[in-house]
C-alpha cells in the first residue's frame, strides 16, 4: 500500500511519471529539476539544487515513515562510487557473488567472452544441463549487462 501511497503523492504535488519508466518520476521548477525513482519500498531522489534535495527529504520523512541511508552506495546489484564530483557504477560485488553462487570462484578471465566460430545447437549431445540452474545462471548475467555491455551478446545468444 506505501508505494501506491507515495506515488499518489508524488503526482499530487507536482511530479510527472515517466511514460517509459514508470516508477520514475521527475519535477521541473523555476529551472531546477528533481528526479525520483520508487522502488518497491526503496526511494532514490537527486536533482540540481541541493536545497530542493534536502527539502524533499524533509517532507517525505514527515509524509510517510521512512530512513534516510545517506548517500547511494548501493543499490539493485549496481555499486555507486562517490569520486570527487563523478559517480561512476560498478557491479563488482554482485559479479563476486555470481562467482560463488555458481562455484565459479576459481575461473579464470577471458579477454573475449566466446569462443570465435562457436556453433550453439538445440540438439546438443552433451550430458543433461538442470534447466532451473541455467535460468538462474542466464537471468544472473543478463542483469550483469546493466553495466557490462561487452558480454550482451554471448549472453543473448546462449
Known amino acids: 500500500m506505501v508505494q501506491q501511497d507515495i506515488d499518489a503523492y508524488l503526482l499530487d504535488n507536482g511530479f510527472n511519471k515517466c511514460d517509459g519508466e514508470p516508477t520514475l518520476y521527475i519535477k521541473e521548477s523555476n529551472g531546477e529539476i528533481l528526479i525520483v525513482v520508487l522502488y518497491v519500498y526503496d526511494l532514490i531522489f537527486t536533482g540540481s539544487d541541493d536545497f530542493l534535495i534536502v527539502d524533499l527529504k524533509e517532507v517525505m520523512k514527515s509524509e510517510f515513515e521512512i530512513t534516510d541511508l545517506g548517500l547511494l552506495r548501493y543499490f539493485l546489484g549496481i555499486e555507486v562510487k562517490k569520486i570527487e564530483n563523478d559517480n561512476f ?41 538442470n534447466p532451473t540452474l541455467y535460468e538462474i545462471m542466464i537471468g544472473s548475467l543478463m542483469y550483469l549487462t546493466t553495466t557490462r555491455q561487452d558480454i550482451m551478446y554471448v549472453v543473448s545468444l546462449v
Open 89 to 129: 557504477i560498478s557491479q563488482e560485488k554482485y559479479v563476486v557473488d555470481i562467482l560463488e553462487r555458481f562455484k565459479m570462484q576459481n575461473s579464470k578471465p577471458t579477454p573475449t567472452p566466446t569462443i570465435m566460430g562457436l556453433k550453439l545447437s538445440k540438439e546438443d549431445c552433451s550430458s543433461n544441463v
